[in-house]
């Protein structure tokens, strides 16, 4: 028999502290951060109100002319949750560059206080272009992230199980392994504890690592965890 830990979270608190056009207007790095992107569309404020419990944290996140800025959130006085703007507008990518915004590129290359980056995947669609050209990007600078599927209660079991698939597929084909992928549903909340677990678990292990890390044992040392036993 072994221990298998159970990491939970419980949002307590959760406050809008600033939004940064860029790099250099972000907070002090005091708190390990937690960054949410995707495409336009993906779900994203619906999950971060889901996540938060909040019906409209990140209402600031779709007021027109805010949404290429970085918001920044207090998570019980414990983490920032950082809603990044979302990618996919550029119409021409220029030649071995990014479509995505300089702010966000800046943001992730060169932010030592983040831990993971959570990108989010429409459920519904095959891997699109754009969204395995962000995770390349992430995975081949060794930035720690991880996938998560939005709106999966639009999707039939067997289609999110192959889209899924797909995506894992693609990433072994360039990494030995592959990041953790959520499954989440802002409507019936699906994948939340989860989501919120693999936070207070990154958090217990200490962020400051922030190379990719992948199928660790879990850290018994963590003081936030349930014990249950397991079968052999
Ligand atoms: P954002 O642009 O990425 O912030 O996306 P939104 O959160 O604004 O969501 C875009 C659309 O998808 C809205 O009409 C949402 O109501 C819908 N939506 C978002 N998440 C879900 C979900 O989990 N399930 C369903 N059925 N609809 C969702």
């Known amino acids: ?43 994203k404020s619906s999950l971060l109100n889901m996540l938060s419990g909040k019906k409209d944290l990140a209402r600031v996140s779709i007021t027109p002319g805010f949404t290429k800025l970085i918001n920044f959130f207090t998570i019980n006085n414990e983490w920032y949750l950082v809603d990044l703007p979302g990618y996919g507008f550029a119409k021409v990518a220029r030649e071995n560059s990014a479509k995505f915004n300089d702010a966000v590129t800046n943001y992730i290359a060169h932010r030592p206080s983040l831990a993971c980056v959570f990108v989010l995947i429409d459920a519904r669609h095959e891997p699109q272009g754009i969204d395995l050209e962000f995770v390349k990007w992430l995975g081949d600078r060794s930035t720690r992230f991880v ?11 067997a289609q999110l199980q192959e889209n899924v698939e797909l995506f894992r597929v ?62 052999e």
Not at 15 to 21: K, N
Not at 188 to 212: D, F, H, I, M, P
């Open 147 to 157: 996938l998560v599927f939005t709106k999966t209660d639009k999707t039939k079991p």
């Open 170 to 231: 693609q990433m072994s084909l360039w990494w030995e392994e592959v990041p953790e992928i959520f499954t989440t549903s802002a409507v019936s909340g699906q994948g939340r504890n989860e989501l919120l677990g693999y936070v207070e678990r990154t958090l217990a292990k200490g962020w400051e690592e922030s190379e990719l890390e992948l199928e660790q044992e879990p850290d018994q040392s963590a003081d936030q965890v349930q014990e249950e036993p397991e079968e």
């Open 1 to 43: 028999m072994r221990t298998l830990i159970i990491y939970i979270m419980h949002i307590k608190s959760a406050i809008f502290d600033l939004s940064a056009p860029d790099l250099e207007l972000c907070p002090p790095e005091s708190l390990p951060e937690f960054a949410f992107i995707g495409r336009s569309n993906v779900g």
